[in-house]
């Protein structure tokens, strides 16, 4: 590929990051009186936040709010460190950084996400760890927003050699309206159906590291 950026999404490419998230979101719906199971909670993983509690449940912004409040409650302390590695992606990140420059573009907030990735000893893969800097009406509430921040900061303008790489519908619209070219991965939350637009699709980790080094 002639791509010399490499920015990846992390809840669902990086990580399976479900358990934490759904944890925390299922506390926060009970708080409301609302019970679900762990399993039918998944769609909250990767989504900007808002999106998921007014989408599915109906909430109002201050409901959003509330139900946000108890999720960190919880999330912060605890459902952050519920989650693990994809198999053969450190080898994948440690491989590709030799050739290729890479980034973190999330959905998740910024500090975060980088609590997330020194956890697990990733940080000497990126170049650039980006993330949101709050789920509303904030300046990096969107994916868009987010790959957008990434770019700037890094003063990449040609954006012909930067490619988005991400396992929901959020990363290939972000990706294209960035003006990036975008793979889709099917090993994490989203299905096919989510990834009309994507240039590329793969099945698991050791096909998208072929991608970029066969």
């Known amino acids: 590929m002639k791509q010399k950026h490499i920015l990846f999404d992390l809840d669902g490419t990086i990580v399976r990051s479900d358990l934490g998230i759904t944890k925390g979101v299922q506390k926060s719906l009970e708080h409301f009186g609302i019970y ?3 399993d039918d909670l998944k769609k909250f993983v990767g989504p900007p936040m808002v999106e998921s509690y007014t989408n599915f449940y109906g909430f109002s912004l ?3 709010k509330e139900a946000l409040d108890v999720f960190h409650d919880y999330y912060r302390t605890v459902g952050i460190f519920e989650c693990e590695l994809y198999d053969g992606i450190e080898e994948m990140l440690d491989s590709l950084s030799k050739e290729y420059k890479l980034y973190l573009a999330t959905s998740k907030p910024e500090r975060e996400a980088k609590r997330v990735i020194e956890h697990f000893g990733l940080d000497k893969y990126f170049t650039f760890v980006g993330g949101s800097d709050g789920d509303f009406n904030t300046k990096r509430a969107t994916k868009t927003a987010v790959i957008e921040y990434v770019l700037e900061t890094n003063k990449i303008m040609d954006r012909g050699f930067a490619i988005m790489v991400g396992d929901k ?3 290939i619209v972000g990706a294209g309206n960035a003006g990036l070219k975008s793979i889709g991965v099917l090993y994490g939350y989203g299905g096919l159906e989510e990834f009309e637009g994507a240039n ?4 698991n980790v050791e096909d998208l590291r072929d991608m970029f080094l066969c």
């Open 169 to 171: 519908s959020h990363d």
């Open 36 to 38: 679900e199971e762990l």
């Open 62 to 64: 201050e409901q959003y």
């Open 200 to 203: 590329y699709i793969v099945k």
